[in-house]
């Protein structure tokens, strides 16, 4: 059976609706996530910021704080289930160069329209102008079964980029599958968070994706980069605006 996405790409967020956000930075402060708040780790195939941070994720203060609220959420429901993070800022450099490396390969490739070769490559990666990630409101999430120490089944592995069944509505995936998708796509819309359809496991907060999302006129959060490859961080709650 030859699979075909065309029609869930249609409907997912592009870059140009991004572009033309306005952005109204509100200094929320950075925060490193609390192993036991919520689990978390990088995971093979992401693993670019620990160069950077080693095993600390940052994110947001009011990104940490729905977080809060979402694991509290899910475990009235389902007790022996957690969210399980995998990834939240990432410096705007190496945004820029996954993007730069991205393009090039997927280049390679015809397209008449130099917009539509960047729209193909924003779905995996997103363009540095308008991404999440490097704002400290976009985050990869997941949810473990803390009694068999399992992650639940979502149809793929996070990050594997050989098959688009990672499109959320995949139609190629078990219904179980299927189910565990909408059980966090809800925990997490339920917070305020903003899904991108692109990735089961994206969820943002505060950035252009959420602005576009929910229709607000502005996002929150701007990108940020890290003047430092050797910053050293200190526990708990820090802003980062004077290594930026």
Do not use: C
């Not at 956000?21 to 670019?48: A, L």
């Not at 940490?64 to 429901?77: E, H, R």
């Not at 997927?106 to 704002?135: C, M, N, W």
């Amino acid at each position: 059976m030859k699979k075909n996405y065309s029609k869930l790409e249609l409907k997912m967020v592009k870059y140009k609706d991004l572009i033309t956000i306005p952005v109204i930075e509100n200094n929320d402060p950075f925060i490193i996530v609390s192993q036991s708040d919520i689990p978390n780790k990088y995971m093979p195939g992401m693993t670019d910021m620990q160069k950077v941070l080693g095993e600390k994720i940052i994110v947001r203060k009011s990104v940490y704080d729905k977080l809060l609220s979402a694991q509290t959420d899910l475990q009235k429901q389902y007790p022996s289930l957690s969210l399980f993070l995998t990834y939240g800022f990432r410096s705007l450099e190496i945004q820029t160069a996954r993007f730069t490396q991205q393009l090039k390969d997927v280049s390679k490739q015809f397209f008449s329209d130099p917009l539509a070769l960047y729209e193909e490559v924003h779905r995996s990666i997103a363009v540095p102008t308008v991404a999440g990630h490097p704002t400290g409101g976009a985050i990869d999430i997941t949810i473990v079964d803390i009694k068999s120490n399992t992650f639940l089944n979502f149809g793929t592995k996070q990050y594997d980029y050989t098959t688009k069944d990672y499109y959320v509505f995949s139609p190629y995936i078990s219904n179980k599958a299927k189910k565990n998708r909408m059980l966090l796509r809800r925990v997490m819309l339920e917070v305020g968070f903003a899904p991108f359809d692109g990735e089961w496991w994206h969820f943002s907060y505060g950035d252009r994706e959420w602005a576009y999302y929910y229709n607000k006129n502005s996002a929150i959060y701007q990108q940020r980069n890290l003047g430092s490859s050797g910053v050293r961080l200190p526990l708990g709650s820090l802003n980062l605006a004077s290594i930026f």
